[in-house]
């Protein structure tokens, strides 16, 4: 059984790595069609930057969430973990990065109950930072919701469907049954007010995380831009919104469509539908880099522990 769980997580590695490549091959004519000046340059490589940032920032916010389930784990390993998960969101269905977390978690030796309710606590807490972020640009968010909100109603339908067919399931099964109050216990754990310390450093992890990639973002603007501009905070609120609508509404690899189109909208305020249009344009390429040189870190970080 372990030895098939590998052979399943090593093809789901492969498949993800190759579909990031193919999403890397698409784009190469962007990258070879870039003619930035030196300072354009730079503003690219800050960006990047600021964007491997907000996979620092995840990889501290998820090893605090094991931590409510007393899974100790370094912030090496943890971040290792989620560097290399990462390219699973190029996998249609945007889910991938999150089976990619449990199957590396369980070879880790994280227990598979505490990786995925871990996993769904910093989601749970993730969207809450990112609904406080997005009231920077409060009305985008009102025509977001209104826009995507039948895409938003059955999403959100049918992942308590498929909560309420597990939690049958679990009634049917005797030795489920048998369980329940173990699970109860374990679920309980969340609601300990111990944990709201943790659960605060979560939220002011993930704010950063969304604060670094607006900034990623705003840069990717200013490398495209003539002239120098300044950073609105509405910046920050129309990239949570982005990402949040994108979370909500999954599909595309990568959010890829969805949370562009948004960007688009919301920068077209604040920059000219032009500067939106490259600067979004240029933000996709600089996601793809990140992405990659995370991938590598975490490779990196895999040889250094071997």
């Given at each position: 059984?372990?030895?098939?769980?590998?052979?399943?997580g090593?093809?789901?590695?492969?498949?993800?790595?190759?579909?990031?490549?193919?999403?890397?091959?698409?784009?190469?004519?962007?990258?070879?069609?870039?003619?930035?000046?030196?300072?354009?340059?730079?503003?690219?490589?800050?960006s990047?930057?600021?964007?491997?940032?907000?996979?620092?920032?995840?990889?501290?916010?998820?090893?605090?969430?094991?931590?409510?389930f007393?899974?100790?784990?370094?912030y090496?390993?943890?971040?290792?973990i989620?560097?290399?998960?990462?390219?699973?969101k190029?996998?249609?269905g945007?889910?991938?990065?999150?089976?990619g977390?449990?199957?590396?978690?369980?070879?880790?030796?994280?227990?598979?109950?505490?990786?995925?309710?871990?996993?769904?606590?910093?989601?749970?807490?993730?969207?809450?930072?990112?609904?406080?972020?997005?009231l920077?640009?409060?009305?985008?968010?009102?025509?977001?919701?209104?826009?995507?909100?039948?895409?938003?109603?059955?999403?959100?339908?049918?992942?308590?469907?498929?909560?309420i067919?597990?939690?049958?399931?679990l009634?049917?099964?005797?030795w489920?049954?048998?369980?329940?109050?173990?699970l109860?216990?374990?679920?309980?754990?969340?609601?300990?007010?111990r944990?709201f310390?943790?659960?605060?450093?979560?939220?002011?992890?993930?704010?950063?995380?969304?604060?670094?990639?607006a900034?990623?973002l705003?840069?990717?603007?200013?490398?495209?831009s003539?002239?120098?501009?300044?950073?609105?905070?509405?910046v920050?609120?129309?990239?949570?919104i982005?990402?949040?609508v994108?979370?909500?509404?999954?599909?595309?690899?990568?959010?890829?469509?969805?949370?562009?189109?948004?960007?688009v909208?919301?920068?077209?305020?604040l920059?000219?539908?032009?500067?939106?249009?490259?600067?979004?344009?240029?933000?996709?390429?600089v996601?793809?880099?990140?992405?990659?040189?995370?991938?590598?870190?975490?490779?990196?970080?895999?040889?250094?522990?071997?």
């Amino acid at each position: 059984m372990k030895k098939l769980a590998t052979l399943a997580g090593s093809l789901l590695g492969a498949a993800c790595l190759f579909l990031f490549l193919r999403s890397a091959a698409k784009h190469w004519d962007a990258f070879q069609a870039l003619s930035l000046d030196a300072a354009g340059v730079a503003c690219v490589a800050a960006s990047v930057v600021c964007y491997l940032g907000t996979h620092a920032a995840s990889g501290a916010s998820w090893r605090l969430a094991l931590r409510v389930f007393n899974e100790s784990i370094g912030y090496a390993h943890a971040l290792r973990i989620v560097t290399l998960s990462q390219i699973g969101k190029y996998v249609p269905g945007n889910v991938g990065q999150h089976v990619g977390r449990v199957v590396l978690a369980q070879r880790a030796g994280i227990a598979t109950g505490h990786a995925v309710v871990s996993l769904a606590l910093e989601s749970v807490l993730l969207l809450g930072g990112a609904a406080l972020c997005s009231l920077a640009a409060f009305d985008l968010l009102f025509d977001a919701a209104r826009g995507h909100a039948l895409a938003i109603e059955r999403n959100l339908s049918i992942a308590f469907g498929l909560g309420i067919v597990a939690c049958v399931a679990l009634l049917l099964v005797p030795w489920s049954r048998r369980r329940l109050v173990h699970l109860a216990h374990r679920w309980l754990v969340l609601f300990s007010l111990r944990n709201f310390g943790l659960y605060a450093r979560i939220l002011l992890l993930q704010a950063c995380s969304f604060t670094l990639g607006a900034i990623a973002l705003w840069l990717a603007v200013q490398a495209v831009s003539p002239v120098s501009l300044a950073m609105p905070a509405s910046v920050l609120g129309v990239y949570a919104i982005a990402w949040l609508v994108g979370f909500l509404v999954p599909g595309a690899p990568a959010g890829l469509g969805i949370r562009e189109a948004l960007l688009v909208v919301g920068l077209s305020t604040l920059f000219g539908n032009d500067m939106a249009v490259l600067g979004t344009a240029l933000f996709r390429l600089v996601t793809l880099m990140g992405d990659g040189l995370a991938f590598l870190a975490g490779l990196a970080l895999s040889r250094l522990r071997d």
